[in-house]
């Protein structure tokens, strides 16, 4: 399962952007998909996760600024009220099935958000 990520870019800090992610390849399900993000030199972390039923979470540090969203094997994330510390490169993630019995745990490529200040 392949995983494309894009939408990010550089925005003023206030501004706002949007990331998209769409999944393809021999998909059964997909139970879970998320975003996460990335800064030098540190572990890779959690921003917002929707599961198939449409539950989802938020890292704290976004709560209120982001709003993560699914269409079938495609997430999203819109990012408001956007900050200098939102600067990260944002990876998208998603869990399920190929068939089954087979799982699967994908990331897409990265795509970097730069908030000027």
């Known amino acids: 399962v392949q995983l494309q990520a894009s939408g990010g870019g550089l925005v003023q800090a206030g501004g706002f952007l949007r990331l998209s992610c769409a999944a393809s390849g021999i998909i059964f399900s997909i139970a879970r998909m998320g975003w996460y993000l990335q800064t030098p030199g540190k572990q890779r972390e959690l921003v917002a996760q929707?599961?198939?039923?449409?539950l989802s979470t938020y890292a704290d540090s976004v709560k209120g600024r982001f709003t993560i969203s699914r269409d079938k094997n495609t997430v999203y994330l819109q990012m408001n009220s956007l900050k200098p510390e939102d600067i990260a490169v944002y990876y998208c993630?998603?869990?399920?099935?190929?068939?089954?019995?087979?799982?699967?745990?994908?990331w897409g490529q990265g795509t970097l958000v730069t908030v000027s200040s």
């Open positions: 993630n998603a869990l399920g099935l190929t068939d089954w019995r087979t799982n699967f745990d994908s």
């Open positions: 929707i599961t198939s039923g449409g």
